[in-house]
């Protein structure tokens, strides 16, 4: 069993990107810079939105924090977002999830330029990622193509069992898995909360895409000797031994899983901190305007 240490990934992938913004900017280009859009004061949000803004300063991007009162109506986010649309010098930015009840996520995210979409949720970067076009993929799908390709973990003709098919991660992480390119050309099943007999399609599983958002949801039993396991979960068990009286754990049950499996992700320390970094590969993709001319 060998261990995808997505923090380590992430730092060296962080080092090459800013490297990438020396050169850009000593060639006379601009400095990406992002901007994020944070309403209300959920804890977690601000928690993510804050290691952005910080991996911004790590790579030499500037950075934006939009901060608006949870009693922001969906009229005034509207303009806001407008207003970042019209900004020439913010080259993405993101619109941090979960939005309070009253506004309707769908709206804003429509609303958002899809040549600043670095997040990846428009329907135009989704539509052009369905097609194999050159697009900002979604960053939790596209930090777990880059673990792959990176620990040069084959995936041609390999059968990926995705579980859970939010908007967000499982759904384009099947459409990833499945397109024809070096980290892809899988056979992919898609299952979810309706599937009959989940444990017995993750058993055919060479590759498992965990992301249900369930403590020790994928248990030993329903994994194959050597299977690739990419945990996406982020759960919070109580563990009173711990300070916070909480643990941070996935959607696998890894003590019995790992020894069965070839690759696996960690929580914390796997899937998450790559998410970020696709993030800061998006900006600079859409400062150097290589999706949208
Ligand atoms: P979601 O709640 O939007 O989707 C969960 C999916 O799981 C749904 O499609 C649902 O059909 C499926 N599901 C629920 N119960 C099921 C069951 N019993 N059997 C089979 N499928 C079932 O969640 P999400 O936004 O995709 O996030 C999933 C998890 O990943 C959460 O724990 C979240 O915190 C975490 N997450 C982590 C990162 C990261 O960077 N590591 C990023 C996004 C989400």
């Known amino acids: 069993m060998q261990l995808i240490d997505g923090k380590s990934l992430a730092k060296t992938i962080k080092a090459e990107i800013a490297i990438e913004v020396k050169q850009l900017i000593a060639s006379g280009g601009k400095t990406p810079h992002l901007a994020a859009i944070l309403v209300g004061d959920n804890p977690a949000s601000a928690v993510y939105v804050r290691n952005k803004v910080r991996s911004c300063d790590q790579v030499g991007f500037h950075s934006t924090l939009v901060r608006k009162e949870a009693s922001i109506t969906q009229e005034e986010l509207l303009e806001v977002v407008k207003e970042l649309n019209e900004n020439p010098d913010i080259d993405g930015y993101i619109v941090q999830l979960p939005l309070p009840k009253h506004i309707d996520e769908e709206a804003i995210n429509l609303a958002i330029a899809p040549e600043k979409d670095v997040d990846g949720f428009h329907p135009m970067n989704i539509g052009r990622m369905a097609l194999g076009l050159e697009t900002y993929l979604p960053a939790t799908p596209f930090g777990m193509v880059q673990m792959l390709d990176r620990y040069n973990i084959e995936t041609s003709g390999k059968h990926c069992v995705v579980i859970g098919r939010s908007n967000i991660v499982g759904t384009p992480m099947s459409l990833l898995m499945s397109r024809k390119m070096k980290t892809g050309n899988c056979t992919v099943t898609l299952t979810h909360s ?3 007999d989940l444990a ?12 249900i958002g369930m403590p020790n949801f994928v248990t030993a039993d329903m994994v194959k000797e050597g299977a690739v396991i990419l945990d996406v979960g982020i759960n919070r068990v109580e563990d009173t031994s711990r300070k916070r009286g909480y643990r941070l754990v996935g959607d696998v049950d890894f003590e019995n899983v790992a020894p069965k499996s070839s690759f696996i992700t960690p929580v914390p320390g796997g899937v998450g901190p790559m998410t970020v970094t696709s993030l800061l590969m998006n900006t600079l993709k859409a400062c150097r305007k290589e999706v949208y001319k």
């Open 200 to 211: 017995a399609e993750v058993r055919r599983a060479d590759i498992i895409v965990a992301a």
């Open 194 to 196: 309706r599937t009959k």
